[in-house]
């Protein structure tokens, strides 16, 4: 029988692994599926390129990609964009 400690790090486990993106997130990864630079997506957020750069950061480990060409059609197969 599981403990209640095996438990909780099982449910804490799956949690992360699908974690949802942000609102932020969502808009980033639309940006780069429309074939947009860290630059033209930072302008097109208000936001300084090294927080696109985080941001892309976290896109890639929330859907598990290594790129963002990888992360675009992630996306799509998730309905997300």
């Keep these: 029988m599981a403990s209640a400690r095996d438990l909780q790090q099982t449910q804490g486990a799956q949690s992360r692994a699908q974690t949802p993106?942000?609102?932020r997130q969502i808009r980033a990864l639309r940006l780069i599926n429309l074939?947009?630079?860290n630059q033209q997506i930072a302008e097109k957020l208000s936001i300084t390129v090294a927080?696109?750069?985080w941001h892309?950061?976290?896109i890639f480990n929330k859907l598990k990609v290594h790129n963002r060409t990888a992360a675009a059609a992630e996306g799509?197969?998730?309905g997300i964009i």
């Design 35 to 37: 074939g947009l630079s």
């Design 21 to 23: 993106l942000t609102a």
């Design 76 to 78: 799509r197969r998730r």
């Design 56 to 58: 892309l950061h976290e």
């Design 51 to 53: 927080t696109t750069k």
